[in-house]
């Protein structure tokens, strides 16, 4: 995902971010080569700082980089859903802009709707006076002047009109001081990065509108923007991403692994909230992937049909948080082939220079979180079903 990781997805992959993932394979600089954000949390004993309005503001690189905005919607009627600008510059020589949408359905009396994707270049791109909202034709995400919710409108494709606003029921965050991870052999002047803001839980009112009709996502959302600002498969090989949302609580956890070349350093950040509360937030958390079947059909990646999830931290008073999301997501709810996203010269540059072959596997689910805040004699224990939206992420 970019999301693309997603993030990202991504933090998804899409295409104007795979268009420029061609390269050679980078020599092996070793894991000194990369300051992550989790080393950086660790040695400046700031786990995470709350997010502002001005952390929100577009960086719109010059040079090659994918920049995202993604709001992960989750509808009290059973819908998920993702709405997401991306902005991809290619060695500064070409700028393009893409929207997203993507929607789930829940399970029919009859049958399951088959998932509503669109993806659409944008035309005529801009950002406003402060570098915070987005427009292009068809298309505006606009940060509100307190900086607490975003209006996302798009009317650039029949089968997905967006009209969504994304409210803070809680703090948004970054880990360590500012949510950035270096890549380069230069402390001082690194040559690469890799940034994530998130805003943990948020309220959502506004609808999707489909050829069949308009869709309520009145629920909750998290939403991300992210920037790498380097080759992609230069940054990551691997990536985990989790949603969850519940009444009561909202997880988030990014997890991405890179190349051999930065010596496949495990870079993990995440956090867990709740109405108004930024509960925990920081580094070094657990995605363990389990009952792990050899995709036949999809180059053999090891598809995961289980996972067993962990969130550590502290509150702001110094109380021990472990949380826990354990069980199966099989089936899965969809399998991304990104190459086939893509014209077939970049699939020839991409798969036979590089060595990339990229799946990104997702699943929705049911699952019950487990919370535990305090020292175990005193600890308060909740258990809680929600929603888990996940993506498993093979890049090289």
């Known amino acids: 995902m970019l999301s693309w990781a997603k993030q990202t997805q991504v933090m998804l992959l899409a295409n104007p971010a795979l268009a420029h993932v061609a390269g050679t394979q980078e020599p092996i600089y070793g894991p000194s080569a990369i300051r992550s954000v989790a080393d950086q949390a660790e040695s400046s004993a700031t786990p995470y700082t709350e997010s502002t309005r001005d952390d929100l503001r577009w960086a719109a690189m010059d040079s090659t980089c994918v920049e995202t905005q993604t709001f992960y919607l989750t509808a009290d009627a059973g819908h998920i859903g993702m709405a ?91 880990v360590a001081g500012n949510g950035t991870t270096y890549f380069g052999t230069d402390a001082q002047n690194p040559w690469g990065k890799m940034r994530h803001v998130f805003w943990p839980r948020n309220r959502v009112q506004g609808t999707i509108i489909t050829k069949d009709g308009p869709i309520d996502f009145a629920g909750r959302a998290l939403f991300i923007h992210g920037l790498q600002g380097m080759k992609p498969h230069h940054a990551a090989a691997r990536w985990n991403f989790i949603d969850f949302q519940s009444p009561t609580y909202s997880a988030v956890m990014m997890e991405f692994v890179t190349p051999p070349s930065y010596g496949s350093t495990v870079v993990n950040v995440g956090g867990l909230a709740r109405d108004g509360q930024l509960i925990m937030a920081g580094p070094r958390h657990s995605v363990v992937h389990a009952n792990v079947h050899e995709d036949e059909a999809a180059n053999q990646w090891p598809e995961p049909h289980a996972l067993q999830l962990t969130w550590h931290g502290q509150t702001r008073d110094g109380q021990a948080v472990h949380a826990t999301l354990e069980g199966s997501v099989a089936p899965r709810a969809d399998r991304v082939d990104v190459m086939a996203q893509v014209p077939t010269f970049i699939k020839n540059i991409v798969g036979g220079v590089a060595g990339t072959r990229p799946y990104i596997y997702q699943y929705v689910r049911p699952m019950s979180l487990k919370v535990r805040v305090g020292a175990e004699k005193e600890a308060v224990e909740e258990e809680e079903q929600g929603v888990l939206f996940s993506e498993a992420t093979f890049i090289s």
């Open 84 to 174: 997401q600008v991306i902005y991809s510059n290619v060695a500064g020589l070409r700028t393009t802009c893409q929207f997203n949408t993507k929607i789930f359905f829940p399970p029919d009396a009859d049958q399951r709707r088959p998932i509503l994707w669109s993806s659409d270049p944008l035309e005529h791109h801009g950002f406003d006076a402060d570098g915070l909202s987005f427009f292009a034709d068809g298309v505006a995400v606009t940060l509100s002047e307190d900086g607490t919710s975003y209006t996302i409108k798009s009317a650039v494709n029949e089968n997905s009109v967006v009209h969504l606003t994304v409210t803070q029921a809680a703090p948004g965050f970054q």
